[in-house]
């Protein structure tokens, strides 16, 4: 039987514009697009494991707007239980400027808005939906002090935690460390929270066993077009992903979290979900967009068909 998933976290409508080259300081470009797409770390994940064919709920916050509406309505088509949204009456739908280059590359300025009412008494009044879950997954777009709430009552209530740590933070405190069990950051993510230096797969490998040392029990670094690299206290692999050419990275770690979860709560193994994993993100990187990106169970599926695993 299929577990339930929580996702905790941020919903922002992103403000996607094309272009060339990326503004240098004090420069201007002109932009070859502009277009409104849903997004948000948490959102996205959510999405994800709609899509994928997961049993999934999520927690919330956006405002009582136009941009509340798009977020609410392509979840629920996604298949996301979004019944339990906080509507806030004083702030707007979190937003992103997201700044996509012709080579793939982004550089993305979120604006929180509601998600800041994404807080610990929000949390408190929808308990129930926290203890009923499996898996709860989360990222660093809602305050903080709501993120260390939900982790710890998502560890006392005996759930599997799963935190994507983005945008990633100077540093987590041990007690949050300690409660993991996984933590997904991309290597830029794990090289800051490390406090390190280095691009190399040994210095990830280091810079995972630092948080392993902490109490995370295991570390799962997304490693871009290298696929994803585990390490926990039997093993440090690389899985290599499949060679694509991107278009569009926005939202391919997301895609990677929500299709982890997605797999080991069907009960596959580490290892199996985040070959999972790696081939959707894959897919996603090939397309423009936060939620439009993300395929459907079924393209994933037809391609993992194909591979030798
Ligand atoms: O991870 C991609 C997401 O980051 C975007 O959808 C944007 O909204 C920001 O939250």
Redesign the pocket.
Known sequence: MKKKILVIG?L?V?MVIEMKNMPLVGETVLGTQLTYIP???GA?QACAVGKLGGDVKMLGCVGEDEFGDIQKDNLSACGVDTSYFKRSKTKKT?T?S?YVDERGNNS?V?VAGANQECDISYLREHDDIIKECDYVILQM?IPYDAIFYAVNRAKELGKTVILNP?PAPEKLPDEILAKLDYITPNETELMKLCGRDGAQIDDFIEGAKMLLQKGVKNVLVTLGERGALLVNANMAEVFPTRKVVSVDT??A??CFNGAFAVALAEGRSQKEAIVFANVSSSIAVTRNG?QTSIPRREETDELLKNMDI
Request: net charge negative.
């Open positions: 941020s922002n992103d997004g948000g770390k996205n979190g992103a997201i993305i979120v777009e983005a926005t939202a770690g997301d936060a």
